[in-house]
C-alpha cells in the first residue's frame, strides 16, 4: 500500500512514518518485499502543487497529520482549511482518491479559532474522500516533541532536565495520549478500512501531578533506578522523558567506587522483570544496527573500546560516543532511532547490556535498521 504521511517531520507524522518503517524494516529482516511504500510531506511539500500532485501519484491512504496550531488567530483558523484545500487539490491533480485519515482534535467542538479551523479541515476532507476517518484527539505527547510549543508534556520535560521550575496552574488539567499510540490508530484505520469517527480517551492527570511524576523519574534515573514501566501510559511517558536527554545529557555518567580491590558500580535498578547479558565482541566487529519502538535499553561497555552510534529513523542525524571500559558510562538506548556497536579496540570488546523488560521472540520489538 503506498500510504503517504503529511506533517511528516512533526510529532504525530514522525511516529507514524516510523511505525510504518517498522513494519519494512520487519519485512525486510525475513526475506520478504516491503508492504508498504511510505511518502514523506513535509511543509516544504505544500510549497509545491505540482510536485505535491506528483508524490500523490498512486497514493493509496494519506495520513495527514500537518497543520497550524499557534500563531495569530485569523491565521490559524485560515491556515488548516487551506492545507485541506491544497491536498484536495493535489489528489484531484494525482487522479487518486485514497482514503484519508484527519489527525483532528477535541477543540474542533468549540467555537474558537483554532476549534472552527481544525472542523472546517476536517469538512472539506471528509466532502472529498470516499473513505475518511476523522480521528479526534486528546493531548498527544511523545519522544521528540519540541517544549515550549504547545505540547505541556514536553515543556514540563525540558524544566526537569534544565533544572528550573516552571509556573503550573494548580486547577490545570490534561488528558494525554502516547503519539505512538494515536499514530497505531491511524495505521489500523487505513489497512483495515475504518472510517467514520474514532475518539480514543486519554489519561486524564492535573498539571501539578504530570510534573511530580516526571520529577519522580528525574530523581530515580539520575541514579540508574528505572521506575515501575507495568503500566504502559508510565512506559510512554518514562520514554519521553528520557528521549528529551538525548544528546545533550549524554554519556550518563555512573557512581564509581574504587578501593585497593579494585572498582565497583551499579548498572541499573529497578524496572519490571528486566533482561540483562553479556557479549563479547572482536575487534572491528559491529552489534546492533536495530531500533525499537517502546524497548528501555542500556549499553555498558565494561572491557575495551567502543564506537556507539545512534541515528533517529527516516533521517541521516547520526551521533557518535566513544566509550571504554576505563570510565563505564551508561548509553541508553531511545525508541525510533536505530543504533549499533562497534569495537574499535585492538582486544575484546566486553559489554553489558540491559533492558527493562524480559525478551519475548513473539514480541521482539526489534527492527533491523542500518545506522
Not at 80 to 87: E, G, H, V, Y
Not at 119 to 133: D, H, M, N, Q, S
Not at 185 to 210: E, Y
Amino acid at each position: 500500500m503506498k500510504i503517504a504521511v503529511t506533517g511528516s517531520a512533526g510529532l504525530l507524522g514522525w511516529h507514524a512514518a516510523g511505525r510504518i518503517h517498522a513494519v519494512n524494516c520487519a519485512a525486510k529482516f525475513r526475506g520478504e518485499a516491503p508492504p508498504h511504500e511510505l511518502v514523506l510531506l513535509d511543509r516544504a511539500s505544500f510549497a509545491d502543487a505540482g510536485k505535491l500532485a506528483s508524490a500523490l501519484n498512486g497514493a493509496e491512504a494519506i495520513l495527514h497529520f500537518a497543520g497550524v496550531n499557534r500563531g495569530d488567530p485569523d491565521e490559524v483558523e485560515a491556515a488548516n482549511p487551506a492545507i485541506s484545500r491544497q491536498l484536495v487539490e493535489a489528489c484531484k491533480a494525482a487522479g487518486v482518491k485514497p482514503h484519508i485519515v484527519y489527525a483532528n482534535s477535541i477543540h474542533a467542538e468549540r467555537d474558537n479559532f483554532y476549534g472552527r479551523s481544525k472542523r472546517i479541515a476536517g469538512e472539506v476532507l471528509g466532502e472529498f474522500a470516499p473513505l475518511y476517518t476523522d480521528l479526534v484527539l486528546p493531548h498527544i505527547f511523545g519522544e521528540c516533541a519540541r517544549p515550549n510549543y504547545n505540547n505541556v508534556t514536553a515543556t514540563l520535560i525540558d524544566h526537569v532536565w534544565q533544572e528550573t521550575t516552571p509556573k503550573l496552574d494548580p486547577a490545570g488539567q490534561v488528558s494525554l495520549l502516547h503519539a505512538g499510540a494515536a499514530a497505531q490508530m491511524a495505521i489500523d484505520a487505513v489497512l483495515s478500512g475504518q472510517t467514520g469517527k474514532i475518539a480514543p480517551d486519554g489519561r486524564d492527570i492535573s498539571v501539578v501531578d504530570l510534573d511530580a511524576k516526571l520529577r519522580g523519574f528525574h530523581g530515580l534515573y539520575t541514579q540508574s533506578i528505572f521506575p515501575d514501566l507495568s503500566d504502559p501510559f508510565d512506559l510512554a511517558l518514562f520514554n519521553t522523558y528520557r528521549s528529551a536527554a538525548y544528546p545533550a545529557h549524554y554519556p550518563l555518567p555512573l557512581k564509581i567506587n574504587e578501593d585497593q580491590r579494585g572498582r565497583l558500580f551499579e548498572s541499573a535498578k529497578g524496572g519490571n522483570a528486566s533482561h540483562t547479558f553479556l557479549s563479547t565482541t572482536h575487534p572491528g566487529q559491529v552489534r546492533g544496527d536495530h531500533f525499537h519502538l517502546g524497548l528501555v535499553e542500556r549499553f555498558l561497555v565494561v572491557s575495551g573500546e567502543a564506537v556507539i552510534r545512534i541515528r533517529r529513523v527516516l533521517t541521516d542525524e547520526v551521533r557518535e560516543f566513544r566509550v571504554s571500559g576505563d570510565t563505564p558510562v551508561a548509553i541508553d538506548q531511545i525508541p525510533l532511532h536505530t543504533h549499533n556497536i562497534e569495537n574499535v579496540g585492538d582486544g575484546e570488546l566486553v559489554t553489558f547490556f540491559w533492558s527493562h523488560k524480559m525478551f519475548d521472540p513473539a514480541d521482539p520489538d526489534t527492527f533491523a535498521d542500518p545506522v
